[in-house]
């Protein structure tokens, strides 16, 4: 399994995959946090399509070919785990035989025929709970990916919308979705999104990143998926949210407290 209880689960990277520059720079920090910190069990992480974009004119990334191969360069010299969306039946054999995590986004998560193809490839299937979900209802999901026999399946928590262009975090859900049985994720950057509220992108609150991933930790999340980049102001997506690479150690850090002190 790729998930271990013993480890510090961090799923990080760029939000959307934009060239190998970017790519090595968040893959030096991370591993230097990984040389440090022996209880990581770190996955790297990148888009190659925002498929889910608030405007037609929002940039979509690499596209699957370029990405795959980023991805796959990723793995090769710094040795991590990678993962990646998938929108359509088609792109799992693909993303397959270069990823070891495929993910399943939000607002796809209900997709009974795109769940059991990920489930088919005996990749991990993380899948992130939809904006209108509750965290009961993931049970269903679960199951589906369950009976497509999925080899490994995690859940993560980002976020359920609150009126207009907001989002809440309920720290019940780790409780909730850790009884069907996976491993619970909190999506820290994700959560704190201001969906479609910056002129036809999403804006975000990154200042409330710190708080709310430790918050998760303590309520029993089993690791945190935290979006990252050397240059968030000139991100192609999700610069608001994400965090800046050079503050990404010292969270970690901080996070990893909580973490330990949550297991004693």
Known sequence: MLFNPDRFLLIAGPCSLENEKVCRAVGKTLQ?????????????????????????????????????????????????????????RSQAG??????????IP??????????????ATGKVVNVKKGQFLSPQEMEFV???LKEGKAAEIWQ???????GYQNLV????SFSI???????TIFDATHSVQLPGAAGGKSGGQREFV???????????????????HPDTANAISDGPNMIPLVELPNLIEECLAIWKAVRV
């Open 32 to 88: 230097k946090l990984g040389r440090e910190h022996h209880e990581l069990n770190i996955v790297f992480k990148g888009s190659f399509d925002k498929a889910n974009r608030t405007s037609l004119k929002g940039e979509r990334g690499t596209g699957m070919e370029e990405g795959l191969k980023l991805l796959a360069l990723m793995k090769k010299d710094f040795g991590f785990p990678v993962l990646t969306d998938i929108h359509e």
């Open 142 to 144: 679960v199951n589906k």
């Open 106 to 119: 939000a607002f796809m998560c209900r997709q009974t025929d795109l769940l059991l193809a990920a489930a």
């Open 169 to 172: 975090v309920d720290m019940r």
């Open 177 to 183: 979705m850790k009884t069907f049985g996976t491993p």
């Open 210 to 228: 710190g708080p709310l991933a430790k918050a998760a930790l303590g309520a029993g999340a089993d690791g945190l998926f935290i979006e990252t």
């Open 94 to 103: 693909p993303v397959a035989a270069v990823c070891d995590v495929l993910q």
């Open 156 to 162: 993560t928590e980002r976020g359920t919308t609150f």
